[in-house]
């Protein structure tokens, strides 16, 4: 036996687990469930079920230690520094989860009578009346259950307004290059065509080409600011103008709004519509991949179009309104119930906690520690583009240019380093990126260490250890994965 | 600030490095005449003691489920969740962890998502599994987005039996498309004419089962049909708890199973977040929307997972995606998946025969409240009551709150405009309740509807 394997196939703290369906034995109970008499068929259809589910049979102690031991195969930001450019992974607090379990919060149903649920809905009231402070806009459609659900909901607003008015025919919207992949998507599932416009060399939107597919023939121009390349659109205001003249709308990707909360208030840069991701800017915690919450804000002009339900307060307190009322012309309903609730009550304890004061310090910090992380990394990496960033620095692999080592090599061997790598490869127009948004939850020290890390590395890269990048990582649970393999030859669930 | 860790030597410190002389200068992009000099005049931060005082306050305004007879469904439903499954998705690598696109430092987020896929696409009887949509609307509408592709037809045929929200959401996605949604009207009989409606433009067919009235269908015939006119047929599962005890829609015949997967392992939170389960035939993989997990190999030859076939995805397809999603709803499917592996194949089934069983009782003690009609003549654990040709339902409900009983779902808040829904109250008994909660809500009923 060599000093790498041992007999178990663990390695210390990092145990070997199988999946659920190869455990458990029949009888086994992990719940225990009064014995529910027999079975009345005169209530079935017809359709009892005649063959048992395979599901196996586990204890508890059993599946707590399958979990757990689960847990311990992923990173997380309670793990450590995770700089996931465009994903904003600040700290998530954990009053937040200790409010949102409440039961007078949590043990609600959606259609409980109102007189049942005021503080509830005095909850999304108070969140959606910050949500419009902190952007100066009229209006905000709750329900979204995500960010590329958001950009749904504002295009769909943006299609109902245009139809209302006539204006149907404009069936085209414009994407800058660089635009996160859910906006075409979106425009796509509203029935748009997808028209790029370049960007200039200084990464932002080239405002004359921008000016020459205005036509009367298009519905909006979708655009991320700040930009994914982690630039203000500093011509913003001049861009906004250009659109309303063209008689289309403007909507802005918020999905970067960490950068700009109480620095800017986007009514004043002239937009119509713009989604908040509030597991990224609120720190809801992001669970491996949802539950987000995507609430749109809208101008006066689309605020009519928002779709049901939202909270009016009435002669009785706080309703909900689930249907169409006079005056007002939802374009529909985009998900079951009132909205991601349960990221709400999170999302505002961040607020209440973070307050006016606390989300403008935010702010700062995030866009002081970014560009930290570009001054102090800006010699051995190289930066896409000069001057400050906001909230992420972008770096291309120019760095990296003859050394053999691509983006990939070196996330990678962050990843043996302690670190969860930046984003990559996005935004596309920058060559072989990498995206660090360090947030504003970080200390100093961090950024320090992680500075030395980044260093090191991009050092020993130019030095010639191409060999010892491609066998990066070697100290996780499992090593770099076939993907080729998992594509070529799905297997997409466990088979006895 | 608590979770704010510069001070301010920090600051001082890294705008020398930086070589600027304040934090405004790193905004200098921003348009002047958009620069708040200042914090907005709102409210400023907050302690903990401050904040929970606050949501103590809000919370105290809510009648909980908890402190009432409680008798409410419609498509979220209140079940006991084992003490393990919140203590497990606590877990700071679960909770802050992002989409694991890293598969190296991910493994545990790919794992469960490869389990609960394979849970998901046993329980609806199914082939594939997804790895979660938003909830069961959007769901359900992205089946009958995909059905369109599918098939190259455009009509979607919703019916009657289908959740108000599920309808509302599904044709809010297809406005503004070449597809088309035909809702059929509510349903609470069980007596719609499905393959009346279908013709060879229709590309397929969306059924709930139980229906959002309680009923219970064999979907075998309709599933028949479909199939020979080229339709995909779409089962959309309000209550998964149910297919412990019935054939799964698979068995039955489905080309794609939805469902909302709330009822196991989360709370109702007042109806959010939801989790969206979707499953299909394996033919079809490709025409999912959604993340998938799938098994592979690592350098040393060792089983690892990642997420797979991602050319049908936003990131890669940009505008020809088989959907924009890209966020899901991960926390929720591992609640959802924990739950599930805590009660096994035989908890499982136990859970929702115990479902049925006080179905059952309470439709006996119900019987008791004279006018009362149960309506559907099969259900799992709900069911749709008629209170009487001249009662409002949501006024009965209104005058049950006085008595601190949460009786059910009036069916007027979805159909305002159809008056022979006005006395339809919808009612739903899961393990949560009581012979004593039954109890107080019959004489409640009783005493008001006299």
Redesign the interface.
């Known amino acids: 036996m060599s000093e790498t394997t041992s007999f178990s196939g663990n390695k210390g703290l990092q145990i070997e687990e199988k999946l659920i369906f190869e455990m458990g034995n029949p009888g086994a109970v992990a719940v225990d469930l009064p014995e529910p008499g027999p079975v009345d068929l005169d209530r079935m259809g017809g359709v009892r079920k005649r063959a048992d589910l395979a599901l196996p049979d586990l204890s508890e102690p059993q599946v707590v230690r399958h979990y757990t031991r689960l847990s311990q195969k992923n990173y997380g930001i309670d793990t450590g520094f995770y700089p996931l450019g465009s994903c904003t992974m600040k700290h998530n607090p954990r009053l937040s989860e200790k409010v949102a379990r409440l039961p007078g919060l949590a043990d609600l149903h959606p259609f409980q009578p109102r007189q049942t649920v005021q503080g509830a809905l005095e909850v999304i009231d108070q969140l959606a009346w910050w949500l419009k402070q902190l952007t100066g806009m009229p209006a905000v459609a709750m329900s979204p259950a995500a960010g590329a659900h958001g950009e749904w909901c504002g295009l769909m607003a943006i299609r109902a307004a245009h139809e209302d008015s006539g204006q149907g025919h404009r069936r085209r919207v414009l994407v800058p290059e660089s635009a996160h992949g859910t906006n075409p998507a979106t425009a796509a599932m509203c029935g748009y065509s997808v028209d790029p416009i370049p960007a200039k060399e200084n990464g932002r939107v080239d405002l004359d080409a921008l000016k020459a597919k205005l036509g009367p023939d298009v519905a909006a121009l979708m655009l991320t600011n700040p930009n994914t390349c982690g630039l203000f659109e500093s011509e913003i205001i001049e861009i906004a103008a250009a659109v309303h003249g063209a008689g289309a709308y403007f909507y802005c990707d918020g999905a970067n709004f960490n950068a700009i909360v109480g620095r800017v208030k986007v009514a004043d840069l002239g937009i119509d519509a713009m989604h908040i991701n509030l597991h990224k800017t609120f720190s809801t915690p992001h669970g491996g991949g949802g539950p987000g919450a995507g609430p749109t804000v809208l101008s006066a002009a689309l605020a009519p179009f928002a779709p049901v339900p939202y909270v009016v307060s009435g002669p009785d307190g706080l309703e909900l309104v689930e249907g169409r009322r006079e005056g007002t012309k939802p374009f529909g309903r985009v998900k079951g119930f009132h909205g991601q609730f349960g990221v709400f009550v999170r999302a505002l304890a961040y607020i209440l906690s973070m307050g006016a004061d606390g989300l403008r310090q935010a702010s700062s910090d995030a866009v002081l520690n970014a560009n930290y992380l570009q001054a102090r990394l800006g010699d051995v990496l190289t930066p896409s583009f000069d001057g400050p960033c906001m909230h992420e620095a972008l770096f291309d692999d120019r760095f990296l240019k003859d050394t053999g080592v691509t983006t990939l090599d070196f996330a990678k061997a962050l990843i043996d380093e302690g670190y969860h790598p930046m984003t990559m490869y996005f935004p596309l127009v920058v060559h072989g990126a990498l995206l660090m948004e360090p947030t504003e939850t970080e200390s100093k020290e961090a950024l320090d260490q992680f500075i030395a890390v980044v260093r090191g590395l991009a050092e020993k890269a130019k030095a010639g250890a191409a060999e010892d990048f491609k066998a990066a990582p070697r100290h996780t649970p499992r090593r770099r994965l076939d993907e080729t393999l998992a594509a070529r030859t799905p297997i997409l669930r466990w088979k006895a | ?6 001070t301010e030597s ?2 001082a ?3 020398a ?4 002389k304040d ?1 405004d ?7 002047a ?4 000099a ?9 302690g ?1 003691l ?3 005082r ?14 009432a007879p ?1 008798f ?1 469904g ?3 439903y ?1 079940h006991h969740i ?1 003490a ?1 499954v ?3 998705l ?11 696109y ?8 790919l ?2 998502l ?2 609960f ?3 998901v ?3 609806t009887g199914m ?3 997804n ?2 949509m ?5 769901a359900c509408a992205e089946a009958a987005i995909m059905a369109c592709r599918v098939t190259k037809r455009r009509k979607v045929l919703l019916s009657g039996s289908l ?1 108000p ?2 309808v ?2 599904t ?3 297809l ?4 597809m088309e949604a035909e809702p059929l009207p509510p349903d609470p009989l069980g007596l719609e004419d499905l393959l009346g409606r279908l013709d060879g433009d229709t590309a397929c067919v969306v059924v709930q089962n139980p229906g959002f009235f309680g ?4 979907l075998r015939p309709l599933a028949a049909i479909c199939h020979e006119l080229g339709a995909l047929l779409v089962v959309m599962v309000a209550e998964p708890t149910s297919l ?5 829609p698979g ?2 015949g489905a080309d794609i199973v939805v469902a ?1 997967g709330q009822s196991l392992g989360m ?8 989790l969206g389960l979707f499953a299909t035939r394996d033919k079809f ?1 490709r025409q999912m929307p959604g ?10 030859g ?1 089983r ?3 997420l ?4 049908r ?9 088989t ?10 499917a ?1 609640a959802f998946s ?1 739950h ?12 929702a ?2 479902n ?2 006080k ?2 009782q309470l ?1 006996q003690k119900l019987s008791q409240v004279k006018g009362l009609r149960v309506l559907p ?3 799992y654990n709900e069911f749709a009551v008629h209170l009487g040709d001249e009662v409002k339902a949501a006024e009965v ?2 005058r049950l ?1 006085d008595k601190g009983i ?1 009786a059910g ?1 009036p069916a007027s ?1 979805f159909y ?1 405009t159809w008056p022979e829904l006005a006395p339809v109250l919808i009612v739903a008994a899961t ?1 949560m309740n009581t012979e004593d909660d039954m109890d107080r809500l019959v004489a409640a009923l009783k005493e008001t509807l006299s």
Request: net charge negative; with cysteine.
């Open positions: 600030m608590r979770y704010l860790p510069l920090d600051r410190a890294m705008l490095d930086i070589g600027v934090v200068a790193l905004f200098r992009d921003v348009p005449a958009a620069r708040l200042e914090a907005l005049p709102l409210p400023r931060h907050q903990e401050e904040v929970e606050a949501f103590t306050r809000m919370a105290g305004k809510n009648l909980s489920a908890g402190c409680f409410m419609a498509g979220v209140r084992p393990a919140d203590q497990l606590l877990r700071g690598e679960f909770l802050t962890a992002y989409t694991p890293q598969p190296e430092v991910s493994q545990g987020t794992q469960a490869f389990e896929q394979t849970q696409a046993m329980v082939e594939v599994a790895a979660s938003y909830d069961g609307a959007t959740h929200h599920y509302e959401t044709e809010t996605s406005r503004f498309t070449e009923g219970i269908r064999d412990g005890l019935f054939d799964s068995a039955m909302e709370g109702m939170n007042f109806g959010g977040p939801g993989v993340r998938l997990a799938g098994q592979t190999l690592d350098v040393d060792k690892g997972w990642v797979t076939l991602s050319t995805e936003q990131h890669i397809r940009r505008e020809k995606a959907s924009n999603i890209c966020t899901n709803s991960g926390l929720c591992l924990i599930l592996t805590l009660l096994g194949g035989t908890g499982f089934t136990r859970l025969e115990l049925h069983a179905a059952v439709e003549d099969s259900y409900v209104d709150v949460l779902v808040r305002p393990e």
